[in-house]
């Protein structure tokens, strides 16, 4: 036994180099030691891997210039900062310093970058940005390290992508130094998640080229002024990569930043200035989570397609929460019926239609398939935006369809997906993975109503890869432009397969938990619990597979690979 344990002792020495052995030690002997700190051990270069990645030679040779920002009590944190530098397997970089001369490091490669109190961070910064000689920037706090693999695997992504702007995977580090807690998995760049949330937050490397292009940092945002600078960025055009290892370890810290939010407002609002964009931003109840209500002036048409086939009190609570608790009125409604029995529901029908001057009945006498039931009601259609409806659900808020109107009328956007919850409160659709479970799958699925989720996403307005159907709007025109719903796929992933159809024409998926809606799925249909429906379901992910290869391939952009495809709760990989 205390054999075995030497081995595995030394085994891990020699992987991974003596001071993160005495840091496992450590937490090994306390007891502290986390799932995640384990996971990042067992996912970290080994030291000859590292010593190997020292010896590549990448044809890539950009220096990198790491500015850090140093305060009254940093001196020792900004050396372990610098000391992670030190044992990067690129070597091409510079340290700068910025601080009062009090605060200078005493080692000669740091140059140090003195500045006045009065100065307003994003003078001190440009000042920084102007003695640097390197070609791309990474701004740090003083204690917060990088991976010793960072600046390598950065180099290479931008010479594989030719990016302007790089961000990575991030973590922190316990305030002890002893272990590795609260990891943030990023996806790839993803426009409504940044207006919701800073979720780059640190990491992000910057061409200095571009940093100047767009005139550095501005004053007038305060300790906002990095987040503005993502945007201008994001404006300009530049191509912004993302590598999804955690390279990047933030020192943690107790410290709240009560003007944040503030600064983070107005710089959502000068951004959708600048975009010429009709926007209102709010906060939320969420700590750094703002919200986003776009404009819907015109007050266009809403076509809303049901399809139908009996269930009648179903219907009539969708109905009714459409006509009496949604406060957007210029709407109409076209009922999709699909081989109904009961002679009530054609009564229904007909009472509705006579009371309801903008509900009509449409008749579709083919099978059950869900692609041409829709298809065929879109073609009665007269207005602008269609919002595909399942007939099992029910409008919570009554700014529902504002909310998913406001987004789809944006030039980039091609469909807007709801949040949806099963009748007792828990989540049943908070946008959708693709390769969850094997080809797609819910986000979040029975998360209960009030929990926050990982990093609060399924409270943040964002893109997906794809949403639901089962409460979906897109415009008219790039519904008939990508030729609706593909029929040969009757049930299951059509809707899926909408979305990357819109996406291939280069549209935005969007997300928005500010429409909710109860949804009491798939009554109307019933379950596939027979041979036939098993069978076709199976046919229909072969379909799928066979479309869409790519994206099964190599990962859904806006989930992150080191999160699971098992469960939809986005927890680690194991």
Known sequence: MIKDKLFRAARFYKRHGLRNFMVHLIQKTLGVE??????????????SALNAQAEIKLSFKAKFSVIVMAGSDSQQRLKGTFLSLTEQTYANWELLSIGREDQKLSDSGVVFVEYDKNSQIAEILN??????????????????????????????EIEKGGYSAVYTDEDKIEASGIRHIDPIFKPDFNLDLLRSTNYISNSMVISRRVLRDIGGFKKEYGEGCILDLYFRIFESSAAIGHIPKVLYHSKQTSAKNEIAQIDHMKVLRDHYSRMGIDATVSGSNLDGILRTRFSTDGNPLVSVLIPNKDHIDDLDKCLNSLLNRSSYKNMEIIIIENNSTDKSTFEYYDRMSRTHKNISVMEYKGDFNYSAINNYGAGFSKGEYILLLNNDTEIINADCIEEMLGHCMRDEVGIVGAKLYYGDGSVQHAGVIIGLGGIAGHAFVSLKKGDSGYLNRENCTQ?????TAACMMTKKSIYESVGGLTEEMQVAFNDIDYCMKVRKKGKLVVYTPYAE????????RG??????????????VERFAKRWPEILKDGDPYYNPNLTLVRPDFSIKD
């Open 127 to 156: 000042r920084a940005a102007e003695k640097c000689s390197g070609d791309y920037i990474l701004f740090m706090q003083p204690g917060d390290q990088l991976a010793p693999n960072a600046l390598f695997e950065i180099a290479s």
């Open 517 to 524: 809606l109860f949804h009491y799925e798939s009554k109307s």
């Open 463 to 467: 893109n997906y890869s794809a949403v």
């Open 34 to 47: 986390s799932d995640y700190n384990k996971w990042f051990l067992r996912h970290a270069p080994d030291k």
């Open 527 to 540: 379950q596939d619990d027979t041979p036939e429906k098993a069978r076709r379901f199976n046919s229909e």
